[in-house]
C-alpha cells in the first residue's frame, strides 16, 4: 500500500471575484521534500501556499498533512503546527529578539521557552546568543530574516512554508541565508515548500520545483531535468532567464 503523503493538495481551487487564483490543484509531497513554487507575479503560488496553514480558504477542495484535513480544526491551532516565514518578517517591534522567537511556543500552549533554547534557535540560524535581547529596529534585514526563520523553527513543527523569504535582501545576503535554510532543511528534517520568483534560487535549494501559470501547475520537474530542457515552455521561458545571465557575464569576463 502507498504511503500516505505528508503534505497532499486535493482538487484545491480559489476564486478571488472573477480571478481563478488556484485551479483544482491536486499534488502530493513527500515528507523531507524542498519543492519550491515558482512562476510569475499573479500565477497562485502564494495563494497555494497559504491554503496550507489556512491563511486563504479554498473555495473548493481539502488540504491534508499526514492524512488529516487542515480544515478539520481550528485554524489558529493549523498554524501553531507550521512554521512561516515571509518577506516582511513581522516581527513585533515592540519586543525583543527573544521574545519575538519565544512568542511561537507561547501561543501554542508549550508554555515559556527556556533561554537556553531561544539561544539554540539563534545558533542555528548563525546569530549570535546576544542579540537576543535587542529590539528588530536594531538589526539588519538580513538579521531579522534570520530571527523570523528561528521563531518560525520555536514551535518545533516538521513542515516550514516560505513565501518570497529572501526577496528584500541584497544578492550576497539573500545567497548565505538561502543557503543556511537549505542545511536547516537536511538537519532538521523539515518538509519545506518555499515561493520564489528567482528560478535560479529554486534550481539551487530545491529539489522539486513546480512551475505555476494561471492558478495551475505546468511543470513539475527535478532541478537537473529542468536544466535539460524539461518541463515544457513555461518553464523553459523561467530557466532561459539565469542561463541568459550566465552566459552574458561570461561574456563580459
Known amino acids: 500500500m502507498a504511503a500516505t503523503p505528508f503534505l497532499a493538495f486535493d482538487q484545491v481551487s480559489k476564486r478571488f471575484g472573477p480571478t481563478l487564483a488556484v485551479d483544482d490543484i491536486s499534488l502530493d509531497i513527500a515528507r523531507g521534500a524542498f519543492v519550491a513554487l515558482v512562476g510569475a507575479s499573479g500565477s497562485g503560488k502564494s495563494t497555494l501556499l497559504k491554503t496550507v496553514n489556512r491563511l486563504v480558504e479554498p473555495d473548493a477542495g481539502r488540504v491534508l498533512i499526514d492524512g488529516a484535513d487542515v480544515a478539520s480544526e481550528p485554524a489558529p491551532l493549523v498554524r501553531r503546527r507550521i512554521g512561516y516565514v515571509f518577506q516582511g518578517v513581522g516581527l513585533f517591534t515592540h519586543r525583543t529578539v527573544g521574545e519575538n522567537i519565544a512568542m511561537v511556543p507561547r501561543i501554542s500552549g508549550a508554555g515559556r521557552i527556556a ?31 534570520r530571527v523570523g526563520i528561528a521563531r518560525a523553527l520555536a514551535g518545533d513543527s516538521h513542515l516550514l512554508l516560505m513565501d518570497e523569504p529572501f526577496g528584500a535582501l541584497d544578492p550576497i545576503t539573500r545567497a548565505r541565508l538561502g543557503e543556511r535554510v537549505r542545511a536547516l532543511h537536511e538537519e532538521l528534517g523539515l518538509t519545506t515548500v518555499m515561493v520564489t520568483h528567482d528560478m535560479a534560487e529554486a534550481l539551487l535549494l530545491a529539489n522539486r520545483v513546480l512551475v505555476m501559470e494561471a492558478g495551475r501547475i505546468v511543470a513539475d520537474e527535478t532541478p537537473a531535468a529542468l536544466l535539460a530542457g524539461a518541463g515544457g515552455e513555461a518553464a523553459q521561458a523561467l530557466v532561459a532567464v539565469p542561463r541568459d ?5 561570461g561574456a563580459a569576463v
Open 115 to 145: 533561554e537556553e533554547r531561544i539561544g539554540e534557535l539563534l545558533d542555528l540560524v548563525e546569530l549570535p546568543r546576544d542579540i537576543a535581547t535587542r529590539y528588530p529596529e536594531a538589526l539588519s534585514g538580513g538579521q531579522r530574516q
Open 245 to 249: 545571465q550566465a552566459r552574458r557575464l
